[in-house]
């Protein structure tokens, strides 16, 4: 059974950065993607980005460009999602999800969620 | 970037009655090489992180109720819930990876029991 389990919540400046982590168990962590979707406070869901760790490869939503860094650490089968610069407007729950790279048939695993309060 | 949009926004029914929400996506998202839909359906509920539901536009992910179903081609999608259950109420979100570097969610429909 594939688990992916996040780090624990966070409270951060405005101006700083925040590391997540998203650790993959079950499965084989080289053949998904990790993507990272955020959900503010009574908002919708809002892809960020993704890593393709076979690959090495991370693609960015455009409005994160600049802002936000996916890695992945095969050894450790975890995923970690920097964003940077933070504002008040980043105070969000963050999502890690995995889907099959190629498969195309959506995310299917989840992470439980981390939240990210931004506050002076 | 293909834009999602869902409606309506929010839907109220009785229980066990159908409740229908429609996806339309800003560019076709079939992929004319395998003739599948890149299009998902997600359910969420309050706390708790999404459900993939739908996926290929039609096919329900294993150990999803058979009262769920996906249909539609192209630009335009619906979820159908034949016969609404209490445990039903959630929001639920359409996502398009036919731009998978570029993945998108609908803005949510939220659905009570009316």
């Known amino acids: 059974q594939v688990q992916l389990v996040q780090s624990g919540a966070e409270v951060k400046k405005p101006g700083s950065s925040v590391k997540v982590s998203c650790k993959a168990s079950?499965?084989?962590?080289?053949?998904?993607?990790i993507s990272w979707v955020r959900q503010a406070p009574g908002q919708g869901l809002e892809w960020m980005g993704r890593?393709?760790?076979?690959?090495?490869?991370?693609n960015y939503a455009q409005k994160f460009q600049g802002r936000v860094t996916i890695t992945a650490d095969k050894s450790t089968s975890t995923a970690y999602m920097e964003l940077s610069s933070l504002r008040s407007e980043d105070t969000a729950v963050y999502y890690c999800?995995?889907?099959?790279?190629?498969?195309?048939?959506?995310?299917?695993?989840w992470g439980q969620g981390t939240l990210v309060t931004v506050s002076s | 970037d293909i834009v999602m949009t869902q409606s309506p926004d929010s839907l109220a029914v009785s229980l066990g009655e159908r409740a229908t929400i429609n996806c339309k996506s800003s560019?076709?998202?079939?992929?004319?090489?395998?003739?599948?839909?890149?299009l998902a359906w997600y359910q969420q509920k309050p706390g708790q992180p999404p459900k993939l539901l739908i996926y290929?536009?039609?096919t329900r992910e294993s150990g999803v109720p058979d009262r769920f179903s996906g249909s539609g081609s192209g630009t335009d999608f619906t979820l159908t819930i034949s016969s609404l259950q209490a445990e039903d109420v959630a929001v639920y979100y359409c996502?398009?990876?036919?731009?998978?570097?570029?993945?998108?969610f609908g803005q949510g429909t939220k659905l009570e029991i009316k």
């Open positions: 079950g499965g084989t962590f080289s053949s998904y993607t």
């Open positions: 560019q076709s998202v079939l992929y004319s090489s395998n003739n599948k839909n890149y």
């Open positions: 999800a995995r889907d099959i790279y190629g498969d195309y048939s959506g995310f299917d695993y």
């Open positions: 890593i393709i760790p076979i690959l090495g490869i991370a």
């Open positions: 290929w536009a039609s």
């Open positions: 996502q398009q990876y036919y731009s998978t570097a570029r993945t998108a």
